[in-house]
């Protein structure tokens, strides 16, 4: 199933190719796969699972600036922790980094605002997606 082109991911993640590449061009989006002129970009699954993210931060309004290096930060996560299926969250209200979340964890403890990714749920998207239409 993978590594899958750039036209499979981008469709995936509900991305226009133009502006992913000019995001890419201006910085924005730092983990996408190398490519070299007249090549295509080849995304593995971790790579998918970010851009899908990505894709999503953007629709609820964040950013390229920032929702590119949300996405490369569970990226990382991604390839140092192969199989992790849990939820990571990014805090709203300073610059830190991300966390991994538990069930059991203290909602009133810092940060109060978050996004929260279920890494999982966005696994399973992708898997769905590419077995249905690809």
């Not at 499979?8 to 061009?25: M, T």
């Not at 080849?42 to 309004?61: H, K, S, T, Y």
């Not at 209200?93 to 978050?114: C, H, L, M, Q, Y």
Request: one cysteine or more.
């Amino acid at each position: 199933m993978f590594p899958v082109k750039t036209s499979i991911a981008l469709r995936v993640a509900g991305l226009d190719r133009i502006k992913f590449n000019l995001i890419v061009h201006s910085g924005f989006y730092e983990c996408a796969p190398e490519t070299t002129e007249g090549s295509a970009r080849l995304f593995e699954e971790n790579d998918v699972v970010a851009l899908v993210v990505f894709g999503d931060l953007l629709g609820v309004g964040i950013l390229p600036r920032f929702a590119g290096p949300m996405a490369c930060e569970l990226r990382e996560l991604l390839e140092a922790a192969p199989g992790f299926g849990g939820k990571y969250a990014f805090p709203l209200e300073n610059d830190g980094k991300g966390a991994i979340v538990s069930e059991g964890d203290d909602p009133t403890a810092p940060p109060r605002i978050s996004i929260t990714i279920d890494v999982k749920a966005v696994r399973e998207h992708v898997a769905r997606e590419i077995a249905e239409h690809f």
